[in-house]
């Protein structure tokens, strides 16, 4: 395509079960300027994350896309263009850009990347939404306290590596659950949780029972399934509180399957949160100060599964859809 083309992740059909490349097709369009009141941005690091099988079967606030229509997602962008008065020619940014080199603004939902010492890419992970995810999620409703005992599902992504190196900074135990022992490794030696246990072949009854005789304190369930039906009905402290965070073993499905019996929450006398990060933009702030912190500080280490060239959007979407993911699920588009 020639210099001027806008290209752009188009979809082709909506998945049925996980998404796959050819669900998607590469499309173009003309550059377009801004007007006055408006930005152009040039993407520069695209986000993939679960949200986005969510989109795509209609079950997100954000609405279904039709064959034919841009992708959604979130980058890191340059503002190269700008005819609005916030934004001038240069200043790099978090929006929801849609998967394409470029985008036009009014400035809604745009935020100026803001990562300290820190990789811009970190904006779009443990330093952006899914970092505000752990933080809030932690400090607020599951009110975490020094010497609790953590435990946290999907534990080498950008929200999970986030929830237990905050538990870990908090002087608590964190005790994480990852699909290889590749991530269980990292996960760690470099993030420094206590345990990291394989879904796959990990005993994890067994373990758990071990590592964490008195249950979970704190249960930071990102994925749901067998490994939520398993803390919940055997691994749960007294008084404890459960973070419903994601359900990533349900969003390929087209059914909710059965859930867990509940009747160990009423005996634990556990509180159980739906948490929505949208919900926690007044913590934002107060999240970055300490996260900048804490990262020059050396205390948070982050893993990125990037590849290269807005081509590659789709085969990094599946990639992450079929879990295959190795950390916050990148592509870089532009430098
Ligand atoms: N509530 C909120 O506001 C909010 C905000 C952001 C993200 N989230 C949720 O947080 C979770 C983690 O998000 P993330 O961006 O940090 O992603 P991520 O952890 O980097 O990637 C998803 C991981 O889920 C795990 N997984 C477990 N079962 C799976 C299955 N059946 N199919 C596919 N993957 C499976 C895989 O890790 P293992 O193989 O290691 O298990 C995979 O790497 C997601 O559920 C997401 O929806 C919630």
């Known amino acids: ?49 679960p949200y986005i099988r969510a989109v795509m079967s ?18 890191v962008a340059r503002v190269d263009a700008s005819r609005h008065p916030q934004y001038r020619e240069g200043d790099v940014v978090v929006m929801e850009s849609g998967m394409q080199d470029y985008v036009i603004s009014n400035g809604g939902d745009v935020h100026r990347a803001d990562t300290g010492t820190a990789p811009v890419s970190t904006a779009l992970g443990v330093l952006g939404m899914p970092g505000l995810t752990a933080y809030a999620a932690l400090l607020g409703p599951a009110q975490i306290k020094e010497g609790e005992t953590v435990v946290v ?9 986030m929830v237990g190196q905050i538990a870990k900074i908090k002087g608590c135990r964190a005790i994480g659950i990852v699909g290889s022992d590749d991530k269980s490794a990292w996960t760690e030696t ?11 072949t990990d005993d994890l009854h067994a373990r758990l ?28 402290a007294l008084n404890s509180r459960v973070i ?12 909710s399957p059965p859930g867990p019996n509940l009747g160990n929450l009423c005996k634990m006398r556990t509180t159980v949160f739906g948490f929505v990060v949208y919900d926690f933009e007044h913590m934002r702030a107060r999240f970055l100060t300490d ?11 982050f893993k990125e599964d990037m590849t290269e060239g807005l081509e590659t959007a789709p085969a990094q979407f599946s990639k992450l859809m079929h879990g295959n993911n190795f950390g916050k699920t990148l592509v870089k588009v532009a430098d």
């Open 190 to 200: 470099e993030a420094g949780f206590d345990a990291c246990l394989n879904r796959k």
């Open 153 to 161: 599902s999907a534990a080498s992504g950008a929200v999970g590596s």
């Open 58 to 75: 209609g079950r997100h606030f954000y609405g279904a896309p039709q064959p034919g229509d841009v992708m959604r997602g979130r980058s």
């Open 244 to 255: 419903l965070s994601g359900l990533i073993t349900q969003y390929n499905l087209a059914e």
């Open 291 to 301: 996260a900048k912190r804490w990262y020059a500080e050396g205390k948070i280490k």
């Open 1 to 49: 395509m020639s210099d001027n083309i806008n290209r752009q992740v188009l979809v082709k059909k909506l998945p049925n079960g996980i998404p796959a490349e050819d669900d998607f097709e590469m499309g173009g369009s003309p550059i377009p300027d801004p007007v006055e009141g408006t930005f152009r941005a040039r993407t520069l690091v695209l986000s993939l994350d």
């Open 209 to 236: 029972t071990e590592l964490a005789s008195d249950g979970a304190d704190i249960f930071f369930d990102n994925t749901g399934g067998e490994i939520q039906g398993l803390v919940m009905t055997k691994h749960l």
